[in-house]
């Protein structure tokens, strides 16, 4: 099963900020938070990762709780391309796997 | 630089054929991962090679088997093909090393069983 639990979808104005929750209170000290998304008919794309330090790249940040046990995506300026489902992983270094669950679907709206 | 190669892109089978899916990893990248995506979940890992050996195999039975080439290069077989084999066959890559930077997924082949 999945270590991680995401709501099934969320709407966001274009341009505006979206925030993507994951709850994963059962994670381990040594796993990872990895985010994934899929465009419709795509292979998923990697996002971003973190331990539990905030992080943050070209396409998002990170924010992990202090406890470890919730985190948040954000995508600053969302775009109509930005449409797409989001997966949140939690996964251990010596994890060959990512086990999967069904995703948050992100619809962004004009 | 080229991504993961996935071949074909579609196929359509009938019950009771076997199938073969190729892939070819990312430049630079030294293992391939598969999985399986029914419509509307996520993907399920099915199994990891590496150094021409599977590495880790997920829930699926022998009726999946693979291969991994010396070229990185990987096949993903399917015997006796069952009307729920029908997904979506990712193919993933990555580099084994002492830090892990993220699998880099193809497109997909879309089997269709009838």
């Known amino acids: 099963d999945a270590k991680t639990t995401q709501p099934p979808s969320m709407d966001c104005a274009e341009g505006r900020a979206a925030n993507l929750p994951c709850n994963h209170s059962?994670?381990?000290?040594?796993?990872?938070v990895y985010w994934y998304r899929q465009i419709h008919s795509q292979g998923p794309q990697y996002i971003i990762h973190?331990?539990?330090?905030?992080e943050t790249n070209e396409m998002a940040s990170l924010i992990i709780t202090e406890d470890r046990k919730s985190s948040t995506l954000i995508l600053p300026h969302a775009t109509l391309r930005d449409t797409a489902v989001y997966y949140c992983?939690?996964?251990?270094?010596?994890?060959?796997?990512?086990?999967w669950g069904a995703g948050t679907k992100l619809i962004i709206k004009p | 630089d080229a991504g993961v190669t996935q071949s074909p892109t579609h196929l359509i089978k009938t019950r009771g054929q076997q199938v073969t899916l190729r892939c070819s990893p990312k430049?630079?990248?030294?293992?391939v991962s598969w999985y399986q995506q029914a419509l509307g979940q996520g993907p399920q890992f099915i199994f990891q090679?590496?150094?021409?050996?599977?590495?880790q195999r997920g829930n699926f039975p022998d009726r999946f088997s693979g291969h991994q080439f010396p070229n990185y290069s990987s096949e993903l077989n399917v015997n006796a093909l069952l009307l729920g084999d029908s997904a979506l066959y990712l193919c993933?890559?990555?580099?084994?090393?002492?830090?892990?930077?993220?699998?880099?997924f193809g497109s997909g082949t879309r089997l269709t069983v009838v």
């Open positions: 993933a890559s990555s580099v084994t090393s002492q830090f892990f930077y993220g699998y880099t």
């Open positions: 059962t994670i381990s000290g040594n796993e990872y």
């Open positions: 992983i939690a996964r251990g270094l010596r994890d060959y796997q990512l086990i």
């Open positions: 430049s630079g990248h030294d293992t």
């Open positions: 090679y590496y150094e021409e050996e599977e590495r």
């Open positions: 973190g331990l539990k330090n905030n």
